[in-house]
């Protein structure tokens, strides 16, 4: 099986029996239940994307998913595939949703990528 078969057979087992979504203000829209699945791909896109075994894994900074600054964005492993990443994201904006992605928004300017027990992070 593919990573992308599970995601998209993960997102439907969670969403099994439930097709309403979330109720549609959640996300600002009026399409809230297809804003959840975005979610809900995205989350756990980058469950496998900030997977890491030491520090040099930690090397693809993913754009707009941090609060504005160079050292609170989303960190990507070395070996994960970006352009996945930004088609999903495309794929959700142009739906009209708006993605979170769990950043501190933490912008300590000498901060470097780790790999936080198990996790890229900002160090």
Do not use: R
């Not at 969670?14 to 109720?23: A, D, I, K, L, R």
């Not at 994307?49 to 040099?56: I, L, P």
């Not at 693809?60 to 600054?69: H, K, M």
């Not at 050292?71 to 070395?78: K, L, M, P, R």
Request: with cysteine; net charge negative; aromatic share 10%.
């Amino acid at each position: 099986m593919t990573i992308k078969s599970f995601l998209v057979l993960s997102t439907f087992a969670s969403t099994c029996g439930n097709t309403e979504g979330p109720p549609d203000d959640e996300y600002g829209n009026e399409y809230g239940s297809v804003c959840y699945s975005h979610q809900l791909m995205m989350d756990l896109e980058l469950e496998f994307a900030v997977q890491c075994t030491v520090d040099s894994d930690c090397t693809q900074i993913l754009e707009e998913t941090g609060c504005g600054c160079d050292t609170d964005g989303v960190i990507a492993n070395s070996g994960y595939n970006t352009e996945w990443f930004y088609d999903m994201a495309d794929d959700a904006d142009s739906d009209g949703c708006d993605l979170e992605y769990s950043t501190t928004c933490d912008c300590v300017v000498d901060a470097e990528p780790v790999c936080d027990f198990g996790v890229c992070a900002w160090g």
